[in-house]
């Protein structure tokens, strides 16, 4: 396949991903939809029939709810394996599109050199992170959240940030911008992941000081305030040290071998160290004064604030005024 083709099938599987993706959200909105059917009501159900009706039709009230809410809870099984699998497979075209996206370029090279590919990038790898930890952390209850937001943040990137194919400048080509670059996407991943179960617990534990939650509802099916806090410590604390290798080792060697200088104040680079400390500062007081639950959230909120601030922030707000211009 030529450059030119490689270009159009990357502009091709990422508008099939993004129907996949929407498919995928659909699924599971139906699948939650049919969770708060299947809750038994027999404690309310009203009487069917009269005391003087036949045998066979003489159902408990309590039989034919439950009975309603298993056939409820089958179905929503069902559209949750569906929504996994849709989600496999816009995983796959997601992959497919940034694949291509960088066997486009003349020559081949990292898809990852402007602010278009690397948001491309950035969410799939939000995607294979929640693959991946789909059953060892029991994800089911986020689906929602990350097929909506990988399709929004790739509407957002189709629409607003695409740019044409080019070759890299001279500053990105180095072996160092996939060293930095992959650190950077796997810890910004995780991060996303880990924020996402921060929302959800600052989400749950309002709902729930405003009184008992409604039977079947997503909140009342989340896995509970402990385990949400459990699941964003932990994938924090592994993107942390993938974060400051990225920006703190990989990001001021790179800076060296194409500025000459390891450090430069660059709005990036400072932006990249405010996040380092927020996240040092969430994780040493985790350690140290046992925060938990509410207040760890909202540092781990405005760590992620910073991250993409830095990302997409720093571009449209300071421009020219970055050296890291050339990645918008």
Known sequence: ?????????????????????FLAVLAHLWQWALLRRAVPVAATAPALVGAGAPAHEQAAPDEVAIGAAEDAADRADMFGRIG???????????????????????????????????????????????LVLYKR???????????????????????????????????LDSYWLVIHVVAAIIATGAFTIGGMASVLYLVLEWRQRRGPLTPGSYLARL??????????????????????????????????????????????????????????AY???????????????IVALVGLATLWFNFVGINFFFGSGSMHSYAQ
């Open 1 to 21: 396949m030529s450059h030119d083709q490689f270009a159009v099938l990357s502009n091709q599987a990422v508008a099939a991903a993004g129907v996949v993706y």
């Open 84 to 130: 996994v699998a849709l989600t496999v497979v816009a995983v796959a075209l997601h992959a497919v599109a940034d694949v291509s996206r960088g066997l486009a370029a003349d020559p081949a090279r990292v898809p990852w050199g402007n602010m278009y590919e690397f948001t491309m990038t950035a969410t799939l790898m939000v995607g294979i992170a929640y």
């Open 137 to 171: 952390l029991g994800l089911d209850w986020l689906a929602p959240v990350v097929t909506s937001f990988i399709l929004v943040t790739l509407m957002v990137d189709v629409l607003l940030l695409y740019s044409p194919v080019v070759p890299l400048r001279d500053a």
């Open 223 to 280: 896995p509970g305030l402990d385990a949400l806090d459990r699941i964003a410590y932990r994938t924090q604390a592994f993107a942390f040290p993938v974060w400051t290798f990225a920006a703190l080792i990989a990001g001021p060697i790179w800076a060296q071998h194409a500025w000459g200088s390891y450090w430069n104040w660059d709005p990036k680079e400072v932006w990249a160290f405010i996040t380092w400390v927020v996240y040092a």
């Open 283 to 297: 994780l040493h007081a985790r350690a140290t004064a046992g925060w938990k639950g509410r207040a760890a959230a």
